[in-house]
């Protein structure tokens, strides 16, 4: 599967921003879509994932309250809706795909995107 992200940019503290990520050649390989952020000085961490086919998303503590991932299927595309972000959600924020549902570990995505950064500052 070939993962394609976007919808990063620079934002004030308090803004939302929603990143969009478009999978091509999805397969069962790919039956598990997640989203991770890097940010400067520190390790990639996990933000949120869900499956294509089961209603049932798992977040990072990063994320929860404040993001929502969501997925459309007839686009191949997952989204990431960030609201009331912080200077500390600044980090460029991968896509990956894995056919181990409910994984939050790097090491079970076998397919990433090139990453789209986000910069929260006022």
């Known amino acids: 599967v070939q993962l394609q992200a976007s919808g990063g940019g620079l934002v004030q503290p308090g803004d939302s921003l929603r990143l969009s990520c478009a999978a091509s050649?999805?397969?069962?390989?790919?039956?598990?879509m997640g989203w991770f952020r890097q940010a400067p000085g520190k390790d990639r961490e996990f933000v949120a994932g869900?499956?294509?086919?089961?209603?049932?998303?798992y977040y990072g503590d990063s994320a929860k309250g404040r993001f929502t991932i969501a997925r459309d299927n007839g686009k191949n595309t997952v989204y990431l809706q960030m609201n009331n972000l912080e200077p500390e959600d600044t980090a460029v924020y991968y896509c990956?795909?894995?056919?181990?549902?409910?994984?939050?570990?790097?090491?079970?995505?076998?397919?990433w995107g090139q990453g789209t950064k986000v910069t929260v500052s006022s």
């Open positions: 869900m499956s294509w086919f089961y209603d049932s998303p």
């Open positions: 990956a795909a894995t056919p181990v549902i409910g994984s939050v570990h790097q090491r079970d995505f076998d397919s």
């Open positions: 050649g999805r397969t069962f390989s790919s039956a598990y």
